[in-house]
């Protein structure tokens, strides 16, 4: 798909085992016990949950950031050590936000362009006013897009080197 929400998925070979791995995890993890990712009091890197099988942790932050990446690994074992597969999305409730603000911008624009066929059609004419709307509704689209997408990539290249750096 051409335009589509942030995510990302990788995989990090790591040299170490399940234990040598979880050891290195918390060491930078500070436990969090709540769903939503908010900005704990805290030095550690990472805060979130470790769990036997994974780890569900964001990047902490000192300012408000809804996009920031919400990341999920799971262990497998490896040859060398231990395979971690990792995911990094936005929360659930950023997609609502999304959807919210974009669908009447989708409906207005849907709208304008039958509209502007329709003038088309019948009276041989393009309506400028119509384009007008049309071209502010793919504004407002495309910066939310690029709201949405740059702020989470930002944040997910910061997370992916600093895992890298931690368990390779």
């Known amino acids: 798909m051409l ?3 942030p995510y ?3 995989v990090i070979h790591s040299c ?3 234990a040598q791995v979880m050891f290195q995890l918390r060491n930078c993890v500070s436990q969090r016990q ?3 990712p908010s900005q704990p009091k805290t030095s550690k890197t990472f805060a979130g949950k470790l ?3 994974g780890f569900e942790i964001t990047k902490p932050w000192g300012y408000r950031n809804s996009f920031i990446p919400i990341i999920n690994g799971t262990f497998e074992p490896h040859e060398n050590g231990t395979k971690i597969v990792i995911t990094m999305k936005l929360h659930s409730l950023i997609f609502v936000f999304i959807a919210v603000w974009a669908f009447p911008i989708v409906g207005i624009g849907f709208f304008t362009i039958s509209s502007l066929i329709f003038s088309i059609i019948t009276a041989n004419t393009i309506d400028f006013e119509l384009v007008k709307i049309l071209l502010a509704m793919t504004g407002m ?3 939310l897009y690029l709201m949405v997408s740059v702020s989470f990539n930002i944040q997910a290249n910061k997370a992916s080197k600093i895992l890298y750096e931690l368990l390779s």
Do not use: C, M, Q, T
């Open 8 to 10: 990302r998925k990788f």
């Open 16 to 18: 170490l085992n399940k």
């Open 141 to 143: 689209l495309l910066f």
């Open 51 to 53: 769990l036997p099988s």
């Open 34 to 36: 709540g769903d939503w």
């Open 3 to 5: 335009l589509e929400l």
